[in-house]
């Protein structure tokens, strides 16, 4: 956990105001989709197809698992881009209950003080 030293506030304020500028990006771009989500639900079930991808790429690099005998080769960057994939379908079901994610890590901050 990072503590509230200069380094740490410098940081965390660098943390809050990318939380708020992916959160207004990812807003933004899916008024522009062909074919946006439908629902929260819908949003729920690419989270769980995005945590799959996730979940075979960590079998991939741990060499466990079902995956541990493909032929694919453990990746870093594969799994880079699935938690980015990942994480914005979270910032995704956020927006659609209006939940400011700022704000809910600024109060997660201050608690944890």
Known sequence: MLSKSSSGLDLYNAVTMLISQIQQLLRQSETQMANPFRSP??????ITEEL???TK???LLERIGSKAG???EPSRERLSEELLHLLNM???LANRYD???ESAYQRYWNDEQ
């Open 41 to 46: 639900a819908e949003v729920m079930v690419t």
């Open 52 to 54: 799959g991808e996730v």
């Open 57 to 59: 790429e960590v079998s």
């Open 70 to 72: 493909w032929e694919c």
């Open 90 to 92: 979270v910032f995704v």
């Open 99 to 101: 939940i400011d994610l």
